[in-house]
């Protein structure tokens, strides 16, 4: 199975702020790669598809960047409602496989 | 509207059975592979099981192969999970999600870009 190393777990930061999470495949994976949000109690919501392709209706201030191994989500200016849990997931290669989340929350 | 509704969680002992199902509006149902992503309490997402358009194509987790059946009724728009044997690690959140693509295919699944609110299902004595 393709694991996937997310990090950091957990992570405060201020409004406004620059926020990076990384996702590390322990293969390569292309650029098969999926990026979501899930609020407290709501279902997830896909933000990023193919490592970069941003979803129609979601802000700009959220990207998605890499391919191969090593992959990089940002939110550039970070807002109130950013709280949740973000996952990424590979799809290259059967299970279908999540890293373990990163919380992001406001300090 | 564009929806997946789950139903079907309960509580249920270890080694009974269980069977979930979605019902999908808004979309031409027939188009899409579509999935089950489990979560337990307080943990992150584990994909179950995935089946293509025609259930020509269908994968499953090793957690659940051969005690988990997945199965679709593209006249009835309507998704199913047999779970059987059930365990306790087997608790969790379930949801139903469908994907950009057609079939079960390593890099041709696509991403889940609709979910469900997902049903809860509890294994315990």
């Known amino acids: 199975d393709v694991q996937m190393t997310q990090s950091p777990s957990s992570l405060s930061a201020s409004v406004g702020d620059r926020v990076t999470i990384t996702c590390q495949a322990s293969?390569?994976?292309?650029?098969?790669l999926n990026w979501y949000q899930q609020q407290p109690g709501k279902a997830p919501k896909l933000l990023v598809n193919?490592?970069?392709n941003l979803e129609t209706g979601v802000p700009s201030r959220f990207s998605g960047s890499g391919s191969g191994a090593d992959f990089t989500f940002t939110i550039t200016s970070l807002q109130p409602e950013d709280i949740a849990t973000y996952y990424c997931?590979?799809?290259?290669?059967?299970?279908?496989?999540f890293g373990g989340g990163t919380k992001v929350g406001i300090k | 509207e564009v929806q997946l509704v789950e139903s079907g969680g309960r509580l249920v002992q270890p080694g009974r059975s269980l069977r979930l199902s979605c019902a999908a509006s808004?979309?031409?149902?027939?188009?899409?592979?579509m999935h089950w992503v489990r979560q337990a309490p307080g943990k992150g997402l584990e994909w179950v099981s995935g089946i293509g358009w025609s259930s020509g194509t269908s994968a499953y987790a090793d957690s659940v192969k051969g005690r988990f059946t997945m199965s679709r009724d593209n006249a009835k728009n309507s998704l199913y999970l047999q779970m059987d044997s059930l365990r306790p690690e087997d608790t969790a959140l379930y949801f139903c999600?469908?994907?950009?693509?057609?079939?079960?295919?390593?890099?041709?699944?696509?991403?889940?870009?609709?979910w469900g609110q997902g049903t809860m299902v509890t294994v315990s004595s």
């Open positions: 193919d490592a970069s």
């Open positions: 293969q390569d994976i292309s650029n098969y």
């Open positions: 808004g979309f031409t149902f027939e188009d899409y592979a």
């Open positions: 997931q590979q799809y290259a290669n059967l299970p279908v496989t």
């Open positions: 999600a469908k994907t950009s693509g057609i079939n079960v295919l390593p890099a041709a699944l696509g991403a889940f870009d609709m």
